[in-house]
């Protein structure tokens, strides 16, 4: 045998071992979904994953960093979830929110969803960052963050950028903190000591049905 061969069989043993290592790694996510255990083993005991998890979005901002395009939403959780992923009745206690940009040139409507009672409720407001091209009845700003007050029990942020899309992110006030909005898992895959693969996926909250409908409406969308 060559050594080009010798080489070339070692190079494709490892690259199958890493695949190994990918596809137990990406099990561990999936056994974590399934059950809520952060630590797979194959059948068969050949390979392991640890799975790590970390809630994202606990302090004093969320930052997602993520580009919103003109049209899209981001969304931003004032209250805690359960285990199962419901709601809780935690509520953010501060008496208002910033909702910032980065650069910003745009507009952005604000849809602020809370509970009064039994019943579920969402207030907008809306902002020109720019000098042109400005959304009619929208309030003039300048500088990068706006304030919006708090009503009852806080549920959700929503920032909608209008005519150009950018980057968002909000601030607690007062001292206040937010509650996680979901939770990043990293699993590592290995084969012995061969072989080892990380594989990550991040799972913000879902809104419920009736937020996604909601941010079409105004006033009362949901009672209990």
Known sequence: MSKSETVEI??????????????????GINFYLGTGGTNYSSPGNNSVADINVSKIGVGNSINFDEFVTAGSSESYWLVNHLDNGDMGTTYYAGASVNVCNVGFTGSMEISYFYKNGANYNVARSGFNFGSVNKVDGFTDVSGNCVTIGMLNNPILISVTPI???GKFYIEATGGNTFSSQGVDIVSEGKISTQASKKLSIRRRYKLPGFMVSGMMAEGEILSD
């Not at 070692?10 to 099990?27: G, M, Q, V």
């Open 10 to 27: 070692k190079i494709n043993a490892n690259d199958e071992l890493l695949k190994k290592a990918f596809d137990t790694a990406e099990s």
């Open 163 to 165: 005519l150009n899309g």
